[in-house]
């Protein structure tokens, strides 16, 4: 069993910074993928960004290419989601997700292959 425990959000006004944490804890793989995701009400779950364990091979959604950086401190279990630049669209609940890797490769950017799940942080960007 693996456990997510994700945090960092908060209310924000356009073009601030948050940064997103979550921490896994648990009988964890030897190498595996975190992804962070969101949902907006009304809307489907959509993938922002995700990474490997080992390497740090990095995704990220167009949507928030080049103002979102997915990072990963190996020593406190940690993955964080610096997210800069921030704007109402970017309004949601980020849930950070883990999946087993056997190889570093994973269709990063469905949901559905990530086996466990964070509660979810709310993230509201209103001026």
């Known amino acids: 069993q693996v456990q997510l425990v994700d945090s960092g959000g908060g209310l924000v006004q356009p073009g601030d910074s948050l940064r997103l944490s979550c921490t896994v804890s648990?009988?964890?793989?030897?190498?595996?993928?975190m992804g962070w995701f969101r949902q907006a009400p009304g809307k489907e779950r959509e993938f922002v960004a995700a990474?490997?364990?080992?390497?740090?091979?990095?995704y990220y959604a167009d949507s928030v290419k080049g103002r979102f950086t997915i990072s990963r401190d190996t020593a406190k279990n940690t993955v964080y989601l610096q997210m800069n630049s921030l704007k109402p669209e970017d309004t949601a609940v980020y849930y950070c997700?883990?999946?087993?890797?056997?190889?570093?490769?994973?269709?990063?950017?469905?949901?559905?292959?990530?086996?466990?799940w964070g509660q979810g942080t709310q993230v509201t960007v209103s001026s």
């Open positions: 648990g009988r964890t793989f030897t190498n595996y993928a």
């Open positions: 990474t490997s364990w080992r390497g740090g091979i990095t």
């Open positions: 997700a883990y999946k087993a890797l056997i190889v570093n490769a994973w269709t990063y950017n469905n949901d559905a292959v990530y086996d466990y």
